[in-house]
C-alpha cells in the first residue's frame, strides 16, 4: 500500500515506463492514468506533487494530469516537441547542424577539386618500370625544380651526359647552389675535371653560409691533388661552421701529409676537443706537440691514450722516446714492463727495453733484451743489425 491507502495498479504487458529528464515525470502506456502534468508554457512533464514547473517555475495549479491538447502545445526555441507531447534532446538539434555542415563541407571539396588542376603524371610514364618514383615525381613540378631531379635520377644511374644536359636546364631556370652542385659532380664523373672544379667553386660562391658546398669545393680540390687551395677552401668552410669535425679532420690530414706538423696542431686541438673519446687525432696531436719540442704536451696525450687503451702498443713505444728524450730512461723501462704485462708476446716491447739498456750502457741487459727480442720476432727483418750489435756489446764486455 502506498502513502494514500491505494493499491497500486498493475501495468499490463504492452506497458513501457518512459523517463524524462527535465520533468523527471513518467509517462506510463496502457491502462493507468498519468501521473504528471504537462507545463502549458514550456511543455516539461512534471510529476502532480510539484506546484511549479521545475523548468520555467510556470504555476501548475489548476492544470490537469496528462498532455494538453495537441492545439495548446507550445514549441520551444532550440527544442523539439515530439508527436506525443515530449521534449526533444537538444542534442538532436546540434546533430542536425554537424551533420548539415559535414556534408556541406563534403560538397565544396567536391567542387574544389573539380576546380583545381591535376598534378598526376602522365599515366605512361607512372606506369613505365623503366621509370623511377623520383623521376615520375619530377614530372609534377617547375622547369627548376623538375629539370634538377630527373638530372639527378640520371645521375646515380651513372648517365652523365643526361645529368649534365637536364642540369644545365634546371640551372637556366633558377641558379642555385645545390643545382650547380650537382652538375659540379656530374662533370668531374664525366672526366671534365676543370669544368667540375669551376662549378664546385660556383656552387660555394652561391651560398657562403652553407659549410656544405665550401666542403665539396675543398674535397674536389683534395681529389685533383691540389692541396694547398684545398687547405683554403677547408678553412672557409670552418668559417661558416667552427665545429665542423670533417673539415677540420681534413685540413689537419693535408698539413700532416705535407710533414708540416706545426700547422696541423691547432686543428688537431679542436678535434681533440670536440671528441675527447677518439684516440686517433690525439696520437696524431702528441706527434705533433713533440715535434714542436713540447715533450710534456705529448707525454700526457700519450697517457691519455694509455689510459683509454693499455694495449695502445704504438703510444706505449712513442711514449718510452719522450721519456728518453726527457732523461726518464727508468720511467721509460717500467713503461715497457707495463705493457709486457698488459701483452708478453710482444716482441717489439723486449727490443726497445733493449735500446733503452743499451743508451744506459747496462750492457748484459740489454744482451738479453735484444735475444729475446730475435727469438720471439724470427721474421723481423732488422734482426740482422740487432744480431750485430749483440756481438759488440759481448766483445765490450769481454775487454
Known sequence: MDKGGEPPRQTNPGSIAAFQKGGFGI???GDMKPNFRTCPQCSTRNRLDKEFCVKCGEALKGVKAGDPGEETKKSKPGFFVTAHGQDASPMVALVLFVMALVMGIAAWRVIRSAELPSTTPDPALAQNPRVSPAAVEAA???????????GMVALRAGDFAGAIKLLRLAIAAENRADYRLGLAEALEKSGATAEGLAEYERAASLDRTNARFASEWARALTRGGRNPEAIQAWEAALKIDPQNLAALGEVSNLHINANDLARARPYLERIVQLQPTNLVPRQSLAQALEAA????????????????????????????????????????????????????????????????????????????????YIRRAPEATDLRMFTARIEQLQALMEQ
Not at 609534377?140 to 630527373?150: E, K, M, N
Not at 683509454?308 to 721509460?332: G, H, I, M, T, Y
Open 27 to 29: 509517462t506510463l502506456q
Open 140 to 150: 609534377t613540378l617547375a622547369p627548376g625544380p623538375r629539370d634538377y631531379v630527373a
Open 293 to 372: 719540442h713540447d715533450l710534456d704536451g705529448a707525454a700526457r696525450q700519450y697517457r691519455e691514450i694509455l689510459s683509454a687503451r693499455p694495449d695502445a702498443l704504438v703510444s706505449r713505444l712513442l711514449l718510452s722516446e719522450v721519456l728518453v728524450k726527457q732523461n726518464r730512461p727508468q720511467d721509460a723501462i717500467r713503461l715497457l714492463d707495463e705493457g709486457l704485462g698488459v701483452d708478453p708476446k710482444a716482441a717489439i716491447l723486449y727490443r726497445e727495453k733493449g735500446r733503452v739498456f743499451d743508451r744506459l750502457e747496462r750492457n748484459p741487459e740489454a744482451i738479453a733484451a735484444y735475444r729475446e
